[in-house]
């Protein structure tokens, strides 16, 4: 069965470093969006791609946070510089159209 | 961000018991998804809703989209231990591949 890839799965960082997570969703799909969970929360949606293009980043704290899918098809998510507040699981997942929504395992972040 | 409102917050039950859950919101949905998330993974697709009034099954679980486009249902029946988890209800407010708005989960908790 196909997955939405991610890593790190784990990562722990100090305070004002930077920290980059990678995401290559299922083949086919053009639809890439990065999801950020606060434990004991439902996913919340930071950045939305269709193929390269940024669609929807309304809730991305673009002060500190950056996406990027360069070829359409993997995406890096990275934050600069880290604050103890973005400790939280940071999810992908990936769709074709409105079909098919399945998500990675995630990357929990503990920022120390 | 907004978030659907789910109820129960958790459920302590026996093994064998069936067990319902809902979501709703204030706002119409065109497609409502039903996920279960074990601890460190991300979510797990299991059913999926896409007209007013589906119901649909998958195995043990039964979920329906409701009659106001506003509101859904997720019915396991004779629980396992298996079943243990975290469930969310999310929801599509567009018709195409738009960004999915949680609810906060049920906590499912199986008595021995």
């Known amino acids: 069965e196909a997955e939405v890839a991610q890593s790190p799965r784990y990562k722990i960082t100090e305070k004002s470093q930077a920290v980059a997570f990678w995401c290559d969703p299922i083949?086919?799909?053009?639809?890439l969006y990065w999801y950020r969970q606060i434990l004991g929360q439902g996913p919340e949606l930071l950045v939305q791609?269709?193929?390269?293009?940024?669609?929807?980043d309304s809730q991305l704290p673009k002060d500190r946070f950056s996406a990027e899918r360069l070829k359409g098809v993997d995406s890096t998510l990275k934050i600069q510089p880290a604050e103890l507040g973005d400790s939280a699981m940071y999810l992908c997942a990936s769709s074709k159209g409105r079909f098919g929504y399945t998500f990675g395992s995630g990357t929990r972040l503990t920022v120390v | 961000g907004q978030q659907l409102n789910q109820n129960p917050q958790s459920m302590f039950i026996q093994e064998g018991e069936d067990v319902s859950m809902n979501c709703t919101s204030s706002s119409i949905f065109n497609t409502w998804l039903w996920y279960k998330q074990d601890p460190g993974e991300g979510p797990v697709l299991l059913i999926a809703?896409?007209?007013?009034?589906e119901l649909t099954s998958n195995g043990r679980l039964t979920a329906q989209f409701g009659i106001t486009r506003k509101d859904s249902f997720l019915n396991i029946s004779a629980s396992i231990p298996s079943d243990v988890g975290i469930y969310f209800c999310?929801?599509?407010?567009?018709?195409?591949?738009?960004?999915?708005?949680f609810g906060k989960g049920t906590h499912l908790i199986i008595q021995p």
């Open positions: 809703l896409y007209k007013a009034g």
């Open positions: 791609f269709q193929d390269e293009s940024v669609v929807d």
């Open positions: 999310a929801g599509q407010e567009g018709g195409g591949a738009d960004g999915l708005t």
């Open positions: 083949s086919g799909h053009a639809t």
